[in-house]
């Protein structure tokens, strides 16, 4: 009862419970449209008579679209309204959905797609601002805990609905699914727009096109370099493998030189690159990415463990993932309460350890134990992340003034695309190295141990980052909170 009054307190007000609805409809929508949807590609390959590999695509072009748009969404909300930005973002998003789910061929799916990654930018990267406009930094653990225990309930849910969908309706039923989903949203965002007083934090002033275009081609190279968009065997160590990945990472490189080059030379830059400079802002970004590195090492080891360590379907990847999933149902609720009010330095780093034993114990132990005790492995690595998201975020916002909330929370879920590229690249990478060319030569039990050692030598590489992550966290002394002048205690702006 008295977690549940902690919370009241922070619903204390019309404005502050509208915002909230809002966020949580939304994340759950746009959460629902990304992770689980990678469960219908088998049935959009047969049906547009595809093969897996290109049907893939169908999660390239949403994640594409988000991860390299989502910080101009985030600069676009200070300009226009990070409200505004926000429901256009929900309208899209849902627009997208529908229109997929009309897809006459493989073509059109993939642009409507890409559309929905546009509207999920738009979402995504103005929620953080909109969040940190309207609670104060002593609030913002419990604050942000909300939306993301919506979100997790969203995968949550859409692995079990989706499941159903594919074995009894079909796969357009998914993204039929969105269309309830998006008019919830709709109709939840719509009293954000009608809150005055939103502050816009970049009306004037030239737009930088230059470091725009430069800034969205290097974090597209570098969502590409991590996808497997070539020919033959999915891998990072084949001869067309290296030809993709190594182009590919060279090409991040390069536009990212050029790009801190040219904005070393602009007035207005599209990145303020002296924000680097504050010490909190940036170590917390750096824990971010590994955080979010560890959560695609999970989700690209775990399937390849279940499928080609077990030799189980597609459905057993579920049965492992799904417990995972659940501790985001009620942990963040806990881990944001405890943190308004302790605000403890320690737990941070505690829980990228948590995460760090949890993908030690699954490298070293899967194969050894008997397949229904695989979630127990990947327990602690549940219940750390469920903690880690929740504080990380509120103390990233809590780093910088509330003039730069737009510029902090784009660059939460930057962080957050290039953490997920550096995780499937680096736990597959690992993974390869240690497979020989011929494995699919080989006999079941001797495929098998080599999947193990690959497993064992992609956990180690995983965790020493990880733990670099927490050295990090535990080094990072955190602000107790931002000036009193720069958190608005009950604001009744969205964003303002």
């Given at each position: 009862m008295g977690l549940l009054s902690n919370y009241r307190e922070v619903l204390?007000?019309?404005?502050?419970?509208?915002?909230?609805?809002?966020?949580?409809?939304?994340?759950?929508?746009?959460?629902?449209?990304?992770?689980?949807?990678?469960?219908?590609?088998?049935?959009?390959?047969?049906?547009?008579?595809?093969?897996?590999?290109?049907?893939?695509?169908?999660?390239?072009?949403?994640?594409?679209?988000?991860?390299?748009?989502?910080?101009?969404?985030?600069?676009?909300?200070?300009?226009?309204?990070?409200?505004?930005?926000?429901?256009?973002?929900?309208?899209?998003?849902?627009?997208?959905?529908?229109?997929?789910?009309?897809?006459?061929?493989?073509?059109?799916?993939?642009?409507?797609?890409?559309?929905?990654?546009?509207?999920?930018?738009?979402?995504?990267?103005?929620?953080?601002?909109?969040?940190?406009?309207?609670?104060?930094?002593?609030?913002?653990?419990?604050?942000?805990?909300?939306?993301?225990?919506?979100?997790?309930?969203?995968?949550?849910?859409?692995?079990?609905?989706?499941?159903?969908?594919?074995?009894?309706?079909g796969w357009r039923y998914i993204f039929f699914s969105f269309i309830p989903l998006g008019i919830v949203a709709i109709w939840s965002g719509l009293p954000l727009l009608r809150q005055k007083g939103e502050e816009r934090l970049d009306r004037e002033g030239p737009v930088d096109f230059g470091g725009a275009f430069l800034f969205i081609g290097m974090i597209g190279a570098l969502i590409l370099s991590g996808l497997h968009l070539h020919p033959g065997e999915e891998s990072f160590t084949s001869g067309d493998a290296v030809s993709w990945h190594v182009p590919m990472h060279i090409a991040s490189i390069v536009l990212l030189v050029a790009f801190i080059i040219y904005e070393r030379r602009v007035k207005q830059p599209f990145v303020d690159l002296r924000q680097f400079k504050n010490r909190h802002f940036s170590l917390a970004l750096f824990s971010n990415t590994t955080f979010h590195l560890s959560m695609l090492a999970i989700m690209t080891l775990v399937p390849i463990l279940v499928e080609n360590g077990f030799g189980y379907g597609p459905l057993f990847v579920i049965y492992v993932l799904l417990p995972h999933q659940s501790m985001g149902l009620f942990v963040p609720i806990l881990a944001g309460w405890y943190y308004d009010r302790y605000r403890p330095r320690l737990l941070r780093p505690i829980a990228l350890c948590l995460i760090a034993l949890g993908i030690f114990l699954m490298g070293m132990f899967a194969l050894k134990i008997p397949f229904w005790v695989m979630p127990f492995l990947l327990f602690p690595a549940s219940i750390g992340t469920s903690i880690f998201n929740t504080i990380n975020n509120a103390v990233i916002m809590n780093s910088v003034g509330n003039e730069h909330r737009g510029f902090a929370s784009g660059m939460i879920e930057t962080t957050r695309q290039v953490g997920h590229t550096l995780g499937a690249t680096v736990a597959a990478s690992a993974l390869g190295l240690v497979l020989p060319a011929g494995i699919a030569l080989l006999s079941e039990a001797e495929a098998q141990d080599y999947y193990f050692r690959g497993l064992q030598a992609s956990a180690v590489v995983v965790v020493w980052i990880i733990l670099a992550g927490a050295l990090v966290a535990f080094n990072h002394r955190v602000l107790p909170s931002t000036p009193k002048a720069e958190a608005p205690q009950s604001s009744g702006a969205a964003g303002g």
């Open positions: 204390d007000t019309p404005a502050r419970r509208q915002v909230m609805l809002a966020l949580c409809s939304t994340f759950l929508l746009v959460q629902v449209a990304s992770f689980p949807v990678a469960l219908a590609l088998p049935s959009i390959a047969e049906d547009f008579l595809i093969d897996v590999e290109t049907a893939a695509w169908v999660l390239v072009a949403e994640l594409l679209a988000l991860g390299a748009t989502v910080y101009l969404a985030a600069k676009l909300g200070d300009r226009y309204g990070h409200s505004r930005i926000f429901f256009y973002g929900i309208v899209i998003t849902t627009l997208g959905a529908v229109a997929a789910a009309f897809a006459m061929d493989f073509t059109q799916l993939l642009l409507f797609r890409g559309v929905q990654g546009l509207g999920a930018a738009l979402v995504t990267g103005n929620a953080n601002a909109i969040l940190a406009g309207n609670f104060s930094a002593e609030e913002r653990g419990r604050a942000f805990a909300v939306p993301i225990t919506a979100a997790r309930f969203g995968t949550f849910v859409g692995l079990i609905a989706f499941a159903i969908f594919l074995q009894w309706l």
